[in-house]
């Protein structure tokens, strides 16, 4: 890879001294705007490699993290049944002492509540 660069780089030095040295300043003026022109597209077209490189890791990321948000979501939601389950199971011994207490009926153990 450096070789070729620096064939190159010879390459136009021998060519920008071939037309500085036959006095064509037009022609040097043309073949210094496309160098300019040729440095910026390289320029642009590795700012533009680097931009989707940078989206494609957002994605990526992105794409992780909401994996994960749905694990966490429906991790919650099965605690979130299970104690409801709990509540309701606590509920109905609630409510059958309620019922005990409301006809006097003391005499019965009262049952252990499940957690």
Known sequence: MKLSLKIMIKFFRH???????????????????GEILLVMIGILLALQVN????????????????????LDVNSNLNEVLELNKRLQINKLGIDSLIVRINKKHYDVMVPVFLL
């Open 51 to 70: 931009n989707w490189n940078e989206q494609r890791k957002s994605n990526k990321q992105e794409s992780l993290l909401l994996r994960q948000l749905h």
């Open 15 to 33: 060519i920008r001294k071939s037309i500085l040295i036959k006095n064509k300043t037009g022609k040097y003026l043309k073949y210094a705007i």
